[in-house]
């Protein structure tokens, strides 16, 4: 198996941990992300999927960039918003806490699968999410740091789902602020195992 093949294989796995973790807190009902927040409240409003939004709003910010890298970005919008809706329908009648305890339990998985999923995706280092893509813009053309220009991002988001009826509650201010902690722990994970995948493969090739 190739260098790229091994990459593409660990970014969809990431993709498919990533948006499991989004439902798992969507399911808990504690609130979700500014970002898919304001999913959910386009969904509720308007209509359409949350993954179908996922995806037109990942278009929009591949076109609005203008930059040829940032186009992957539609089709990683694309694979986001199909295993949202996947994770939606799959967890629908099965995962819904009734209970306070059962909601933090559901939201705490969510956030730490959440956290193990993009750190598995980012390792393979290759188109980002739409999110992530419009922080580094908007740093990019105001000269901010990431932390100020992904904090202001996060404010907008956070009044455009408040607009739209999004899922705003604790868990939303609990991601904001822990999800690059959770990332952070799981990144040197993931780098060691697929170090030693390589190795691996790199001594089955010799022999």
Same mark, same amino acid.
């Not at 559901?106 to 893509?133: E, H, M, R, W």
């Given at each position: 198996?190739?260098?790229?093949?091994?990459?593409?294989?660990?970014?969809?796995?990431?993709?498919?941990?990533?948006?499991?973790?989004?439902?798992?807190?969507?399911?808990?009902?504690?609130?979700?992300?500014?970002?898919?927040?304001?999913?959910?409240?386009?969904?509720?409003?308007?209509?359409?999927?949350?993954?179908?939004?996922?995806?037109?709003?990942?278009?929009?910010?591949?076109?609005?960039?203008?930059?040829?890298?940032?186009?992957?970005?539609?089709?990683?919008?694309?694979?986001?918003?199909?295993?949202?809706?996947?994770?939606?329908?799959? #967890?629908?009648?099965?995962?819904?806490?009734?209970?306070?305890?059962?909601?933090?339990?559901?939201?705490? #998985?969510?956030?730490?699968?959440?956290?193990?999923?993009?750190?598995?995706?980012?390792?393979?280092?290759?188109?980002?999410?739409?999110?992530?893509?419009?922080?580094?813009?908007?740093?990019?053309?105001?000269?901010?740091?990431?932390?100020?220009?992904?904090?202001?991002? =996060?404010?907008?988001?956070?009044?455009?789902?408040?607009?739209?009826?999004?899922?705003?509650?604790?868990?939303?201010?609990?991601?904001?602020?822990?999800?690059?902690?959770?990332?952070?722990? =799981?990144?040197?994970?993931? *780098?060691? =195992?697929?170090?030693?995948?390589?190795?691996?493969?790199?001594?089955? *090739?010799?022999?």
């Amino acid at each position: 198996m190739t260098l790229t093949q091994n990459k593409l294989i660990l970014y969809a796995i990431g993709i498919m941990i990533f948006t499991l973790g989004i439902v798992l807190t969507l399911q808990s009902g504690l609130g979700v992300s500014p970002f898919d927040a304001l999913l959910v409240g386009l969904h509720r409003t308007i209509g359409l999927t949350i993954g179908s939004w996922e995806v037109i709003l990942g278009a929009l910010n591949a076109i609005l960039l203008r930059s040829r890298p940032e186009y992957l970005g539609i089709l990683t919008a694309l694979m986001i918003g199909i295993c949202i809706d996947f994770w939606v329908l799959a #967890l629908d009648g099965w995962v819904q806490p009734k209970t306070l305890a059962g909601q933090i339990a559901c939201f705490s #998985l969510g956030l730490v699968v959440n956290g193990f999923g993009i750190a598995t995706y980012l390792q393979a280092k290759l188109a980002s999410v739409p999110f992530d893509g419009t922080m580094l813009a908007v740093t990019k053309l105001t000269g901010l740091n990431v932390i100020i220009s992904r904090a202001l991002l =996060f404010l907008v988001l956070v009044i455009l789902a408040f607009i739209f009826n999004g899922l705003i509650g604790i868990g939303t201010l609990l991601i904001t602020f822990l999800s690059g902690v959770t990332i952070n722990v =799981f990144i040197p994970y993931v *780098g060691r =195992f697929e170090k030693i995948q390589q190795e691996g493969e790199t001594g089955t *090739g010799s022999l």
